[in-house]
């Protein structure tokens, strides 16, 4: 069983950054696909960016250019930078890990962004 663990979330203004990281309890030697998905109040739960073991970030239209992910195998850890935070970013950002071998997937308990002036 994996535990991942948010921390950074925030209030900030607009045009304002912020930085997630995602800590997870142990290391998945398999290929497995990380990332972060997001919920504002009253929608449903959107993706926001996503790697794959051994290969590059991809992001959402709505935050490409503004959010970078990395991944840090060695530490287990995830981060995310947002920059340029907007009010329309407002929501609770959560980790998600999928492991392939054995369809294995595992969340995060949330962290809360909140983008207001």
């Known amino acids: 069983q994996v535990q991942l663990v948010e921390s950074g979330g925030g209030l900030v203004q607009p045009g304002g950054s912020l930085r997630l990281s995602c800590a997870a309890s142990?290391?998945?030697?398999?290929?497995?696909?990380m990332g972060w998905y997001r919920q504002a109040p009253g929608k449903p739960r959107e993706y926001v960016a996503n790697?794959?073991?051994?290969?590059?970030?991809k992001y959402a239209d709505s935050v490409k250019g503004r959010f970078t992910m990395s991944r840090d195998d060695a530490k287990n850890g995830l981060t995310l930078q947002m920059d340029n935070l907007q009010p329309d970013d407002t929501a609770v950002y959560f980790c998600h890990l999928y492991v392939v071998a054995g369809s294995l997937e595992y969340w995060g308990q949330g962290t809360q962004v909140t983008v207001s002036s």
């Open positions: 790697i794959v073991t051994g290969g590059i970030p």
């Open positions: 142990q290391r998945t030697l398999s290929i497995n696909n």
